[in-house]
DNA sequence: TTTTTTTAGTTAAACGTTTAACCTATATTT
DNA sequence: AAATATAGGTTAAACGTTTAACTAAAAAAA
């Protein structure tokens, strides 16, 4: 063995990778012995896993995936898409779904759609291509035409969304609750004694930003504040439509003396838009966004906003994810899963501590 | 052939996939002449690849990326390894490794390493293990031995660093001229009027923040300002350590006039450390990050920066990478690229407007 | 007409694993 | 002692492509 051991050894200088041929030839056994010895088969003595082991670590073998994902018809990888990678939401719930999935074996591709449908469909038919085992997605907000997200069910590959979802779509959903969180912010506001309270929010199309629509309306119902149109906004909540936005608000004849902005981004943009006006926030208006980005605590005055539980959403997309790759039976209840928001209270919409 | 197709069509409803081997049965011919015919190959006749063209289009062919990749020994995956995905910098670089990836047919792999050694290395591992055709990485803070790039770069696998590097490990590299941006940063600082300029600055092992420091002391010497050791601080670079040691200089004797903090992250910091000690910023106390992250100009006051081009270098990264995938020739001499940085002046470094 | 060239394929092996099915020698049971 | 079980493997096919090497028929050249 030694003898045949130092033959292959030269081959470590080789380019050529180290497969369990090579192995199986140092050791004189089948390949099917090799391969069964690196699983820990029970057919296998102690004394060859032994050897086999210690033959692989002499020739620096490394398992080819792709062979083993071809025999086996499982890539082991998992796709990602969101829409940038650059917020801390999105980023710590990659980390999440990251961390549950490696303990399986797991890896995941991420992607960006940048926001973009075209891209998210490219990035979809690449995922695809690639084999991924499952797709975990939060849709672009552009995305209307679901076809390319059929497409993947069709396939018979596990879709789960999280965060920007469709209802439409029949699929397992993560998410926070969107229209209590908009009831908790209004309440507070009111509870600050806000009678005017306006929102900066996002699509009607998209469902997360219609939850905290209808959710904003009915709260204010509940209240028994009027509905005023002019204080409800559609937009597409990056920072400058929030300073854009805001700006038209500082426009109108009778003001808002708050405002819920449905994204940390572009509440940032309309903080800044006040500044620049010189408006006292939050006596003159009091303002609250959404995320719980970390900046929210950093700047002047800090803003208020809703902690959406990213580590959470992340890693509870993985266990459904997992869910499908365990249970045998093809038939299975789908997932959605609402989490209950938390309103983190600071100095721009907190008139007492002032 | 009618017939055949509609035995076929059936098949799509099932959850097996289609393979050039159903397409081949349709048309009767051989699998080989399929593969051909999917790729142009010129032996194969328009009539033909037309047909075979159809017919995986009614049968919703899609390729095997798995088995192509085993056969051909090229994965067409490329690893990527950052500290943290969430930040505008690396987010940036990211995006555009992987525009000008995709248009080659290849796709990434993104992993974080949250600046963990130990993380840094399972991700190098999982990304050999998933037969990545290279590596594009950023070092965590905390990496100092380097055997497991060594691994990478011995299995013939194309390494490319950019920002955080190693001038030790001789590997293709990408970042700015670190040296030379603390240069222009000391010279804008001095033209103001400062005299007594501070450095918050990474751990001198980093080859990045090592640079600055450097160039930070050669400037001061340059414009005859004397080398203070308490001006000079190291840190992680986090929010909270910026505003620790901005803390510390305040507490000093000879407080510095001006402060260049090596991370947008920590100078954020410690402009919420001057804000609450009531230091005008930059009439008392001139300050300076690194990185121009987007927020840098929307935090009151906006703080000056350096622009690293993180699209550029995301380019730049992803075209060495393809490089050694074009080029036959295995030596090949090594790019070292260094960028220009372009230095942002904004209110927290400007007397002049103010 | 015969030979050569071109066209349009076909055949079969290979990539590195996994796994169902089979085999043989030894140990155990009856 | 014969029958059965168990341990420890081996053989060969399969996963879906790609590709080098071969071939048959038709077209062009001689």
């Not at 929102?199 to 469902?207: A, D, L, P, V």
């Not at 109108?252 to 003396?257: H, N, S, Y």
């Not at 006040?274 to 700047?299: H, R, S």
């Not at 990213?310 to 509870?316: F, L, N, R, V």
């Amino acid at each position: 063995m030694l003898k045949r051991l130092s033959k292959y050894i030269k081959k470590l200088n080789t380019k050529k990778k180290t497969t369990i041929k090579d192995i199986a030839n140092v050791l004189n056994i089948s390949i099917a012995a090799v391969s069964k010895a690196l699983h820990d088969d029970s057919r296998i003595s102690k004394k060859t896993k032994k050897a086999v082991k210690q033959v692989a670590k002499n020739l620096n073998y490394q398992p080819n995936h792709l062979a083993s994902a071809l025999r086996k018809g499982k890539s082991k990888l998992v796709g990602v898409i969101v829409p940038r990678t650059n917020s801390n939401f999105f980023s710590s719930v990659i980390e999440n779904i990251e961390e549950v999935l490696n303990k399986e074996g797991y890896n995941i591709i991420i992607t960006q759609s940048n926001e973009s449908f075209k891209k998210e469909c490219d990035n979809i038919n690449t995922l695809l291509f690639t084999q991924v085992d499952g797709i975990i997605a939060s849709m672009a907000n552009e995305t209307i035409d679901l076809e390319y997200f059929e497409k993947i069910k069709a396939k018979g590959i596990p879709l789960i969304l999280f965060d920007r979802g469709e209802n439409d779509l029949n699929v397992d959903y993560i998410g926070i609750n969107d229209y209590d969180s908009s009831h908790k912010i209004v309440e507070h506001l009111v509870n600050q004694g806000c009678k005017r309270i306006a929102h900066i929010g996002g699509f009607k199309r998209t469902r997360i930003y219609n939850n905290r629509i209808r959710g904003y309306m009915d709260a204010l119902k509940k209240h028994n504040l009027p509905l005023d149109n002019e204080l409800l906004i559609e937009s597409n909540l990056t920072i400058a439509d929030g300073k854009e936005k805001m700006l038209e608000l500082l426009k109108l004849k009778k003001r808002p003396d708050a405002v819920y902005v449905a994204s940390d981004y572009a509440a940032l943009g309309a903080l800044q838009a006040l500044k620049d006006k010189n408006i006292k926030v939050p006596q003159d208006i009091a303002l609250v966004g959404f995320g719980d980005e970390p900046f929210t605590a950093l700047v002047t005055p800090s803003i208020s906003s809703i902690n959406q539980h990213s580590a959470e959403i992340g890693k509870q997309a993985a266990q459904v994810f997992l869910s499908y790759t365990k249970v045998k039976s093809v038939k299975q209840t789908l997932n959605k899963i609402i989490l209950e928001a938390k309103l983190v209270i600071r100095e721009s919409s907190n008139t007492n501590i002032i």
